[in-house]
């Protein structure tokens, strides 16, 4: 099992910036790819970014790339996502998710463990 944490969410004016954090406790965080994905009201789940096992490989949705950097501290087991010149469609509950594989998914059946999420609100 790992259990995953998201913190280091909350208000934000447009143009802003927030820097979530996900902490893994459980197994080995460095044999698991990361991801971020999130959720707005009234929407399905949205993949955001994913990272490699070692780091060295990112990917990110079009909607988010240029703004956001997902990175991971495999000594301090946390992944990290970087969110700059925030939007309000980026309002949602933000979640980090652990796949097995080397290189992690764009789509959520192919994650294996979640953190339960932090909302993000972008408004005025």
């Known amino acids: 099992q790992v259990q995953l944490v998201e913190s280091g969410g909350g208000l934000v004016q447009p143009g802003g910036s927030l820097r979530l954090s996900c902490a893994a406790s459980?197994?080995?965080?460095?044999?698991?790819?990361m991801g971020w994905f999130r959720q707005g009201s009234g929407k399905g789940r949205e993949f955001v970014a994913t990272?490699?096992?070692?780091?060295?490989?990112?990917y990110y949705a079009d909607s988010v790339k240029g703004r956001f950097t997902i990175s991971r501290d495999n000594a301090k087991n946390t992944v990290y996502l970087q969110m700059n010149s925030l939007k309000p469609e980026d309002t949602a509950v933000y979640y980090c998710?652990?796949?097995?594989?080397?290189?992690?998914?764009?789509?959520?059946?192919?994650?294996?463990?979640w953190g339960q999420g932090t909302q993000v609100t972008v408004s005025s």
């Open positions: 998710a652990a796949d097995s594989g080397a290189y992690g998914s764009t789509w959520d059946t192919g994650y294996d463990y």
């Open positions: 459980g197994r080995t965080f460095s044999n698991y790819a």
């Open positions: 990272i490699s096992r070692s780091g060295g490989s990112t």
